[in-house]
């Protein structure tokens, strides 16, 4: 068992045993020469190379100690926490080389931390459909995720490029949002789409410099979707209160047709016939409507293409391309369905001809991409811009909600809708769809 000294303790030891040694080597020569100064100057001749080589032995471990103490600080100036001193000694130095040690593994476990929280952060940033552009004093880009290189610069990289320039490839909406300092919504025509965007600009010192941060989001679908829960709400409150009036005036209706008929009323049988015909269509009317505000949550799973346009083009005909015969998506096969026989038929009804009706389907990485074209009249440019809004309808008597409908699935599966007039005249629409999983990352069941 080491017996544990303090430093105190061991250089009083060393000068004890110093002195002790200078008092017996002084008597010993004093003995043996009988002349003090010859046995002083003896004595200092031996005392002083001894004095100094045991102070040597003693402090060259101490002095290693000291160094590698002194080039573990200088790493931790570098940041480089991977250095540890080995524990020799039971000591003051003994415990400061332990508490170097702690301070060591704590500081490269807090860095590692801060290192998976920075990974963490800088994925989820990354990976955000949120765009984030840090912009320094001289106005050049020091920090982007992926949304913001997509938006601004078609995905390529942008930092270290000049943030207003970047700006100014963009439509002008995007640097009259950024110059007016304000956040908020604005409004940008993409390819005869609206899509609506939210800024939020924030400034702030970083190392003591003025640093910009800006975030774009798109909210075209969010703002559409709560537009259509709008809807959906007031389709639900007005049928409900028709449906509590017509239930009674198609029963009166009814009996008094019947009454007619006993009495032999034919004017009266006319006008009650009139009334229950009425109702009933309007009945069916609201049915329309209630179908649009009721509309359940997609079930997704795999379909095979070619089966499932082959088993469509049964119910309306069309002409069908694609670029991969034996492709699979995924989607809802009754709602899509529901989707391309309204299109199909919105085509028919266009003045197109039966056979320049055309429906192509294109598979690319992560997504699936299906048209619908006609060769019919096309629409204006108010009627785009209103024809996928609820009640909103170009033909007579026309219920506007086969296209909001329409759009309603396509978003509720994650997709985009567009429709474009086409250049030789005609109209086509456009789904997107993203391709799924399930919780497991595996891919939903396959149906026909």
């Not at 001749?45 to 590698?68: C, D, G, S």
């Not at 929280?117 to 955000?128: F, P, S």
């Not at 449906?243 to 006008?271: R, V, W, Y």
């Amino acid at each position: 068992m080491r017996i544990k000294l303090s430093l105190e303790a061991q250089v009083t030891l060393i000068a004890l045993v110093l002195i002790v040694s200078i008092v017996f080597m002084l008597g010993l020569f004093h003995f043996w020469f009988e002349n003090i100064y010859l046995a002083s100057l003896l004595a200092i001749t031996v005392i002083i190379p001894a004095t100094v080589w045991v102070i040597r032995f003693y402090m060259h471990p101490i002095n290693r100690i000291l160094m590698a103490l002194t080039d573990g600080f200088h790493n931790f100036l570098d940041n480089d926490f991977s250095v540890s001193i080995a524990k020799t000694r039971n000591d003051e130095l003994g415990g400061l080389v332990d508490t170097y040690n702690k301070v060591s593994e704590t500081l490269r476990s807090e860095r590692l931390y801060i290192y998976q929280r920075e990974l963490l952060l800088d994925t989820v940033i990354q990976t955000t459909p949120l765009a984030l552009m840090l912009i320094d004093e001289s106005k050049s880009i020091i920090y982007s995720n992926n949304a913001a290189r997509k938006l601004v610069n078609q995905g390529k990289a942008i930092n270290g490029l000049k943030f207003h320039a970047l700006l100014e490839k963009l439509p002008s909406p995007f640097t009259q949002s950024v110059e007016s300092g304000l956040n908020g919504l604005f409004t940008v025509e993409q390819d005869k789409n609206n899509e609506t965007y939210h800024l939020t600009q924030n400034r702030f010192l970083l190392n003591g410099k003025v640093h910009h941060l800006y975030l774009f989001k798109v909210l075209t679908k969010e703002i559409n979707r709560q537009e259509v829960n709008i809807w959906k709400k007031v389709i639900r409150l007005i049928s409900h209160e028709l449906n509590n009036s017509l239930a009674p005036i198609s029963s009166l209706a009814h009996s008094g047709q019947l009454l007619s008929e006993k009495e032999k009323h034919e004017k009266l049988k006319t006008i009650f016939a009139t009334v229950e015909e009425r109702a009933r269509y309007l009945q069916q009317f609201i049915e329309g409507y209630a179908k649009f505000a009721r509309l359940p949550k997609p079930q997704i799973s795999a379909i095979e293409a070619s089966s499932f346009f082959e088993n469509l083009r049964k119910i309306r005909n069309f002409d069908f391309k694609t670029n991969s015969q034996n492709a699979v998506f995924y989607a809802d096969p009754s709602q899509l369905q529901q989707v391309l026989i309204n299109l199909v038929k919105n085509a028919y009804e266009s003045g197109t001809e039966p056979d320049t009706v055309t429906v192509t389907f294109n598979q690319q990485p992560g997504s699936t991409e299906i048209k619908v074209k006609d060769r019919g009249k096309g629409m204006s440019d108010k009627n785009l811009s209103n024809a996928l809004l609820p009640f909103y309808s170009t033909k007579s008597g026309g219920t506007g909600l086969g296209l909001p409908l329409c759009r309603e699935i396509i978003e509720a599966h994650g997709g985009k809708i567009m429709i474009n007039n086409r250049s030789q005249g005609g109209l086509k629409v456009s789904l997107l769809l993203p391709e799924f999983t399930n919780n497991n990352g595996d891919s939903p069941d396959k149906t026909d």
